[in-house]
């Protein structure tokens, strides 16, 4: 490496912060010794504390300006992947800075580097990380793999958010009545199943009892009112993808109750909140006009998907969902591997994971070595504080000191462990999916497939009857690997 210029970008996330284990001040001294060990010149420095409140990621996309205004910056020095990335989109603009900037990605702590020569493993391997980052890939192993519906149909709610009464257990990870508001579910049965009150009127009432939803804590509106009176969990039953499944979670209120809710909803006839889920609503965009593609059922079963046309002018053209699906399936295509073809990578990857080793030994030496001195050090100081040697002020000071550096070095440690673990059997993971995913893909219902889709591709647009999609990292390394011959050593 000559000479060249280079931006640094650290971060730290809100909860690190709270732990106070791990400061922005120890990854910036890394980054800088590194950029000095291997004579890069620093021109600017982004670092980003991330508040609890708001996500920020206002110095990341300052960062993003400078380099585009800067082509002259060739080299990015980053921790980790998952400093760097919180989302596909985010990797697809960096992505973008390699490809057509020539931008070199260091991410120092991985030891490993993305640029526009980086092998197609390499990028892939980045795109995992990002995966990663995002915990996607926990999904990815449960959902898609081991099948969430196993685990639906043993009556343990797969996921996604937990219905207004109930809290998780972190300890025994159960669902439970949360004490403080289940009583306040079953009134609001009663009430409405006595036919006293309109879901207007309930949503009053809810505000004078304080309910409010525990993630935003705003009042509950009438639609989550409706929401919830109709929501099976309550009795102990659930909806998953599309299907009801037996709960194995705690009932709030009685099945006789709900059928009387159900019943009073019937006599006020209240359509308008009756909205029906459609597998692939909310997803598409009209490829001419820019609105939203909207769902509707014909002669009662047939689900076809449309423009919006609100912004006039687009020819409505319906497109049955099975269309719909056939061709996400065919977008599939590049994505599926041999098991050949997927052995040779992950061999690639090993060898690529072996050649790290002996770096990754020695960086874990060099923390346990100084963890090791500093608690030498808090002993030795410790006798002469006993010993009058040194006085109690300097004593706190230096042990503090030593305690703040001791805890920084053990964080770093944990996630060093932690990512060795974890990169090789993700990589696995999805190299599997791809053997199987035409497989996969048939086996799933509708529902089901939608997952799939928000997981494997983005931006899917429809031009009149004709799909198009792009494909999320890591699979899109894939896609470009199986269309190019790129998998090479
Ligand atoms: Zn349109």
């Keep these: 490496m000559k000479s060249s210029n280079a931006v640094i970008y650290a971060r730290v996330s809100s909860k690190e912060q709270e732990r106070e284990r791990y400061s922005i001040d120890a990854q910036m001294k890394y980054l800088r010794q590194y950029a000095t060990d291997n004579s890069l010149n620093v021109v600017r420095e982004f670092q980003e504390a991330e508040s609890a409140k708001i996500a920020g990621?206002?110095?990341?996309?300052?960062?993003?300006?400078?380099?585009?205004?800067?082509?002259?910056v060739k080299y990015l020095l980053c921790e980790k992947t998952d400093r760097l990335s919180r989302n596909f989109k985010d990797i697809a603009t960096i992505d973008s800075l390699v490809q057509n900037q020539g931008l070199t990605i260091l991410l120092v702590?991985?030891?490993?580097?993305i640029s526009k020569d980086s092998k197609s493993h390499e990028n892939f391997m980045f795109g995992i990380k990002a995966l990663m980052a995002k915990n996607y890939s926990d999904n990815l192993s449960e959902e898609v793999i081991k099948g969430m519906r196993e685990k639906a149909s043993q009556g343990r709610y797969p996921g996604g958010s937990i219905?207004?009464?109930?809290?998780?257990?972190?300890?025994?990870?159960?669902?439970?009545?949360d004490p403080e508001r289940a009583h306040l579910v079953v009134e609001l049965f009663e009430l409405y199943a006595a036919n006293k009150m309109s879901l207007r009127a309930l949503a009053g009432w809810a505000r004078t009892k304080s309910m409010t939803t525990p993630r935003?804590?705003?009042?509950?509106?009438?639609?989550?009112?409706?929401?919830?009176?109709?929501n099976p969990?309550?009795?102990?039953?659930?909806?998953?993808?599309?299907?009801?499944?037996?709960?194995?979670?705690?009932?709030i209120v009685t099945r006789k109750l709900f059928d009387a809710v159900q019943q009073a909803f019937r006599v006020h006839h209240k359509p308008q909140f009756n909205r029906r889920s459609f597998a692939f609503g909310n997803l598409l965009v009209c490829a001419k006009c820019g609105c939203k593609i909207t769902a509707e059922i014909k002669k009662g079963k047939y689900v076809y998907y449309h423009c919006t046309g609100m912004r006039g002018g687009c020819d409505l053209v319906y497109v049955r969902e099975a269309d719909l699906i056939d061709q996400y399936s065919e977008l599939l295509g590049p994505l599926v591997l041999t098991e050949d073809k997927a052995r040779m990578i992950m061999s690639q990857i090993s060898k690529r994971r072996s050649g790290d080793v002996k770096k990754i030994a020695s960086e874990r030496l060099r923390l346990n070595t100084r963890i090791g001195l500093l608690s030498k050090w808090t002993e030795?100081?410790?006798?002469?504080?006993?010993?009058?040697?040194?006085?109690?002020?300097?004593?706190?000071?230096?042990?503090?000191?030593?305690?703040?550096?001791?805890?920084?070095?053990?964080?770093?440690?944990?996630?060093?462990?932690?990512?060795?673990?974890?990169?090789?059997?993700?990589?696995?993971?999805?190299?599997?999916?791809?053997?199987?995913?035409?497989?996969?893909?048939?086996?799933?219902?509708?529902?089901?497939k939608r997952r799939l889709v928000d997981l494997l591709y983005s931006n899917s647009t429809l031009d009149g009857a004709n799909l198009y999609a792009t494909y999320n990292k890591p699979f899109s390394f894939i896609a470009e690997g199986t269309q190019t011959q790129k998998w090479r050593g």
């Design 163 to 177: 219905p207004y009464g109930y809290l998780i257990d972190k300890n025994v990870g159960e669902i439970l009545p």
């Design 109 to 113: 702590k991985e030891n490993s580097e």
């Design 216 to 230: 935003s804590g705003k009042p509950i509106t009438i639609s989550q009112i409706d929401r919830m009176l109709k």
């Design 57 to 72: 990621r206002a110095k990341f996309n300052k960062m993003l300006e400078f380099i585009q205004a800067n082509p002259d």
């Design 380 to 448: 030795q100081a410790y006798i002469d504080k006993l010993e009058g040697t040194i006085g109690k002020e300097q004593w706190q000071s230096l042990t503090s000191l030593w305690e703040t550096e001791r805890s920084q070095l053990s964080e770093q440690l944990r996630i060093l462990n932690q990512e060795n673990q974890n990169i090789v059997p993700a990589a696995q993971r999805i190299l599997e999916l791809s053997q199987k995913l035409p497989a996969l893909w048939d086996s799933k219902n509708s529902f089901e």
């Design 233 to 251: 969990f309550y009795y102990g039953d659930f909806r998953w993808a599309g299907e009801l499944f037996r709960g194995i979670h705690k009932p």
